[in-house]
């Protein structure tokens, strides 16, 4: 039995050209998904491109696969009428994957966030660095990976830490009683002056905050490119430790004063050792 006659010679040839297709499509797919990710990324933003690039691939594998099939002669027909009771009970099956997928558009135009930006939700912190149609996969300061569901996502409130250009960091300074108020505003300002990336404009504030019980409470706040977070979040805390050590400004820890009835002085507490004690115990012998 001779091989042309276990495989016809246009069968043979249909093969062929399914595989010369397969050869030259799939590579120019992929070529082709890279060049509209980037060039959508530049011009509409990275999770635009990162969808346009795979709508462009799945529909393009769609359609080679028909084109194979119609090249065999297969009747599609019978195909799509298949496809189309499949698709129904899918639809029912798979009632989450298809709201993950809503949201997941609702999420790109709405453009609260976008892969690259710094984020939170719920207990998680991260940079964004994919959104696609069910999820959008986050990646930890840490280096762990969180996969969230578009749906979550569209229910839960996020924060967008990056979303602005500058941010402002508040700092919690307390001072002693005996210090003058007026003095460490003008040092603190004078820092946040200094500091090569606090901004000057919006300028740095300074809001008394309370009397507590052991200290003078103020909120210092300063801003900054978003970048320079924490830089000047480290410096700065080091150039107020350090220049209050300098100023002779006590920064307080608490502590508790003891009083007897209404007079002013502190009660006097002393501290014996077990000599001491037997010298003061009834019965004890001069």
């Known amino acids: ?47 635009y491109g990162m969808l346009i690039g795979k709508v462009f691939y799945y529909v393009g594998v769609i359609i ?16 799509l009428g298949v496809g189309g009771i499949l698709g129904i009970a899918l639809g029912f099956a798979s009632q989450t994957s298809v709201s993950n997928v809503i949201s997941g558009f609702f999420l790109i135009a709405e453009k609260s966030f ?11 912190t991260g940079v964004v660095f994919s959104i696609d149609t069910l999820s959008v996969k986050i990646r930890m300061f840490d ?3 969180v996969r969230i569901p578009n749906e979550m996502m569209l229910k839960s409130q996020v924060t967008n830490i ?55 409470d103020f909120s210092f706040h300063v801003w900054c490119e978003k970048s320079e977070f924490l830089q000047l979040r480290n410096t700065l805390y080091f150039d107020i430790k ?8 006590e920064i307080p820890f608490p502590h ?27 019965g004890t012998e001069d």
């Open 1 to 47: 039995m001779e091989f042309s006659d276990v495989i016809k010679p246009e069968l043979l040839a249909d093969i062929l050209k399914v595989l010369v297709v397969l050869v030259i499509a799939f590579p120019l797919l992929i070529f082709l998904r890279r060049y509209l990710r980037k060039v959508a990324s530049k011009h509409y933003g990275e999770h």
């Open 162 to 216: 990056t979303r602005f250009p500058i941010r402002r960091l508040e700092f919690r300074i307390s001072v002693a009683y005996k210090e003058d108020m007026t003095r460490v505003h003008d040092i603190m300002v004078d820092l946040a002056n200094k500091n090569p990336v606090a901004l000057q404009e919006p300028a740095p504030l300074i809001i008394f905050d309370s009397f507590n019980s052991s200290s003078i």
């Open 114 to 124: 976008e892969v690259g930006d710094v984020i939170t939700i719920q207990d998680t």
């Open 64 to 79: 080679l696969i028909i084109s194979i099939l119609v090249e065999f002669g297969l009747s599609l027909t019978p195909i």
């Open 242 to 249: 350090k220049r209050f050590d300098d100023e002779g400004i």
């Open 143 to 145: 280096n762990r990976y």
């Open 256 to 282: 508790v004063s003891i009083y007897s009835g209404s007079a002013t002085n502190p009660f006097p507490v002393m501290v014996m050792n077990s000599e001491q004690m037997q010298s003061l115990s009834p």
